[in-house]
């Protein structure tokens, strides 16, 4: 997978021999086409023994008097930096017509969009949308974000985010959580399951670093509503916890020790107080994604009496100083304590690579290539970790069904 400079898609190919010859009468004729079939286009390569790809080219309309660098895309992250995106190439022959292609493996389904001038725009002909909130926390602002969709053939359905009708429903409760050690509040959001008893036995305990992630983008209460239905994991409570600014976020989570103090000495010790819950680490998780994971991650090193399973969703191990990678901080912190009986369940898309746009603007690794690090590093050390490379990027479109499949895997010992 990768992207591709220059002309590849066939289509745009015989496009450009039509513009050749028929000039602006021509032009529209294609453009017609474009807006018929919609955006991105997608057209299956020559099958190979094991291997099935397509050519997936992303489109856009405007004057051919963009200067470059003015129009770039990234495909496969919300979170993409602008540095990192791709230059798009203008179809020779064309009254502004602008493409980037890619080649992808068939069972990838990922979002993109464009940036204009710097600012993130969406694919105005898309159909098939991703719709990302507006808020403080969100990478895009106060601004709602409509993220356009590429779903190749042999992308595997997911349904554990969709509200299933007939099935039992658990409770959301939110509020806020003030922290004197840390110096303000934060957004906390408590998931009860169906039938909750405060005065029975103690369910397992979930703890999931951004709450605003996890009840707006990727619907946690609905996946946990749904496996628990299928008898997948047991019934549970889950703490979905989170900042109301994206500034304080990307700080603290990046081994802010006063938030991780916080996290051991006041919501924990809140919880058991509060909900019936267990203290027993093999029943107690800590999760996140992105940051979050680099913050689940940490969580369990520091708390080992406590997180007894740690998962990280698409983590950004990558993120720090040349010197001071966040995999490379976890690999010290594990290096120097004692083993443990920790279980670690990773994943991360396939792609978050430099082919892509993901490698690091100093040189470093990649997301990719982080998350194998961190991973041969708990495989060196001797813990039970379950790793997973799922065809798609660092857009959270891939959230409900990897988080699905961490919690059935830590859970289905508890």
Same mark, same amino acid.
């Given at each position: 997978?990768?992207?591709?400079?220059?002309?590849?898609?066939?289509?745009?190919?015989?496009?450009?021999?039509?513009?050749?010859?028929?000039?602006?009468?021509?032009?529209?004729?294609?453009?017609?086409?474009?807006?018929?079939?919609?955006?991105?286009?997608v057209e299956q390569l020559d099958e190979q023994v094991g291997k099935k790809e397509y050519l997936v080219t992303l489109l856009w309309l405007d004057s051919p008097d963009w200067k470059p660098g003015q129009l770039t895309c990234a495909l496969g992250g919300i979170l993409n930096s602008r540095r990192m995106a791709h230059p798009?190439?203008?179809?020779?022959?064309?009254?502004?017509?602008?493409?980037?292609?890619?080649?992808?493996?068939?069972?990838?389904?990922?979002?993109?969009?464009?940036? *204009?001038? !710097?600012? $993130? %725009? &969406?694919?105005?002909?898309? /159909?098939? +949308?991703?719709? *990302?909130? !507006?808020? $403080? %926390? &969100?990478?895009?602002?106060? /601004?709602? +974000?409509?993220?356009?969709?590429?779903?190749?053939?042999?992308?595997?359905?997911?349904?554990?985010?969709?509200?299933?009708?007939g099935i039992p429903q658990g409770n959301?409760?939110?509020?806020?959580?003030?922290?004197?050690?840390?110096?303000?509040?934060?957004?906390?959001?408590?998931?009860?399951?169906?039938?909750?008893?405060?005065?029975?036995?103690?369910?397992?305990?979930?703890?999931?670093?951004?709450?605003?992630?996890?009840?707006?983008?990727?619907?946690?209460?609905?996946?946990?509503?749904?496996?628990?239905?299928?008898?997948?994991?047991?019934?549970?409570v889950a703490a979905l916890f989170g900042h109301s600014r994206r500034e304080d976020r990307m700080r603290e989570m990046?081994?802010?020790?006063?938030?991780?103090?916080?996290?051991?000495?006041?919501?924990?010790?809140?919880?058991?107080?509060?909900?019936?819950?267990?203290?027993?680490?093999?029943?107690?998780?800590?999760?996140g994604a992105s940051m979050g994971g680099i913050a689940a991650m940490y969580s369990g090193l520091r708390y080992p009496e406590i997180f007894g399973n740690i998962y990280s969703h698409t983590g950004s191990f990558q993120a720090g100083p040349l010197t001071e990678r966040a995999y490379q901080r976890l690999e010290q912190a594990l290096r120097q304590r004692p083993a443990t009986a920790q279980r670690f369940y990773l994943d991360v898309g396939m792609l978050e690579r430099d082919e892509m746009g993901f490698g690091s603007p100093d040189g470093g690794p990649n997301a990719l290539e982080s998350n194998r690090m961190m991973h041969d590093v708990l495989l060196e050390l001797g813990h039970e970790?379950?790793?997973?490379?799922?065809?798609?990027?660092?857009?959270?479109?891939?959230g409900a069904a990897p988080v699905a499949d961490a919690l059935k895997v830590l859970l289905s010992k508890v």
């Open positions: 997978m990768e992207a591709l400079d220059g002309l590849w898609s066939p289509q745009l190919i015989m496009w450009q021999e039509q513009l050749k010859e028929g000039g602006e009468s021509a032009f529209k004729a294609v453009w017609d086409q474009v807006f018929a079939q919609g955006t991105p286009l798009l190439f203008h179809l020779d022959g064309s009254d502004g017509l602008w493409y980037r292609t890619y080649r992808l493996p068939s069972q990838v389904r990922a979002t993109y969009h464009f940036f *204009v001038n !710097g600012e $993130p %725009v &969406s694919d105005p002909m898309s /159909q098939h +949308m991703l719709i *990302v909130p !507006g808020n $403080p %926390v &969100s990478v895009y602002g106060e /601004q709602w +974000m409509r993220l356009a969709i590429v779903e190749l053939p042999d992308a595997a359905p997911d349904h554990w985010g969709l509200r299933r009708p959301l409760h939110t509020q806020s959580f003030a922290s004197a050690i840390a110096g303000h509040d934060y957004s906390l959001s408590i998931y009860t399951p169906p039938d909750y008893r405060s005065d029975g036995e103690p369910y397992p305990l979930l703890l999931f670093f951004d709450e605003w992630t996890y009840t707006h983008v990727i619907p946690l209460p609905k996946i946990l509503d749904n496996l628990i239905a299928d008898g997948a994991i047991p019934p549970l990046g081994f802010y020790e006063p938030f991780f103090t916080c996290v051991g000495q006041e919501l924990l010790p809140w919880m058991w107080e509060h909900y019936a819950v267990s203290r027993d680490p093999a029943q107690t998780l800590v999760a970790v379950q790793y997973v490379e799922y065809p798609g990027g660092h857009d959270l479109l891939w």
